[in-house]
């Protein structure tokens, strides 16, 4: 979890095939220790251990986990919020460990934040 915690933001870390509940927990009190989320693949099935996001961003962070990676329109499109709402939340989730990002150029010529679940 150190290690996960050190990199966030950088790099994404998941533990994957998962199916002993007593590692799941010991590594669940190791996320809460540190302070770092960790999300635990089951093929496509998805479970957050750690620290959990805040209410309002917990429907952020499901759109976000059902797709390989979105954009900040994409948020607000899909759950009908202004933009800047959206970048924010995204923002936050990618400051406190529950995803990736990477700066690309827009369409506009612009900067964007293109937001990647971890996976």
Known sequence: ?????????????CLVDFPNEDLRDNWGHGADKKD?????WDDDDWELIGPEPSK??????KFAMSNDFVKTNDVAKALDMKLTN?????????????????EETAETG?????????K
């Open 1 to 13: 979890m150190e290690i996960a915690r050190r990199y966030r933001g950088d790099k994404g870390f």
């Open 36 to 40: 770092q989320p960790m999300v635990i």
């Open 56 to 61: 309002g961003n917990w429907e952020t962070l």
């Open 86 to 102: 959206a970048s924010t939340k995204l923002k936050q989730l990618w400051e406190k460990g529950f995803l990736l990002r990477r």
């Open 110 to 118: 612009g900067v964007e934040f293109v937001y990647y679940r971890i």
